[in-house]
């Protein structure tokens, strides 16, 4: 699953510490889930749409072969 | 720089833990090796004192599983899972390969107690494992 992790964090100046520590988990989290090596549960998604003050929606974005094989 | 698992209360509670383990692991070893080996305890009492040592490795299995229910972080949580999936992984076909070997083969006996030895280093591969594949070790050494 894609995200727009990296420029939203980029867009407020946060390093993946200060968006770690706003979300209370770990700096390598928020470095596996903008890598997409990680994707976060439905909570932690819903936490960090909190923090940016978006919508789930908004952040993350499905694959386009993921999309096409449905 | 100090660990992000020094600072955390379940990571501070997980090397307590693992700190205890290892005194009565070396404390029940060394009083085994002078009362059973050296002072000829026997019976009972000796039974008892030569399963403290082995019974250790269930302490250990415990915090491990402990460390795992009380981690908050959802990434760390799947880390340290599958470092103890990598690290069962090799024990037990290390045990199963070894053991076929002794049955058909003429290799050394190796002592059973070398087998969740091994599952300690697998922690170890499970994190360079962890690392490699997703970035990040685990924190759990």
Known sequence: ?70 | MKSALAKKPEARRYLLRIATAMVIYLGSLFAAEILIEDRGLSGAPAYVLAAVPGLSFAALFWIFARLIVEERDEFLRLLYVRQGMVATGLALTAAAVWGFLETYMPVPHVEAFWWPTIWCFGIGVGAIYNKVTMGAAGECM
């Open chain 1, 1 to 70: 699953m894609k995200n727009r992790l990296r420029v939203l964090r980029a867009e407020r100046q946060w390093s993946q510490q200060d968006l770690a520590d706003r979300l209370d988990v770990s700096r390598q989290s928020v470095n596996a889930i903008e890598t997409g090596k990680y994707d976060p549960s439905l909570p932690l998604a819903f936490r960090i749409a909190d923090v940016f003050a978006l919508t789930i929606e908004d952040i993350f974005l499905r694959d386009p072969e993921e999309q096409a094989a449905q």
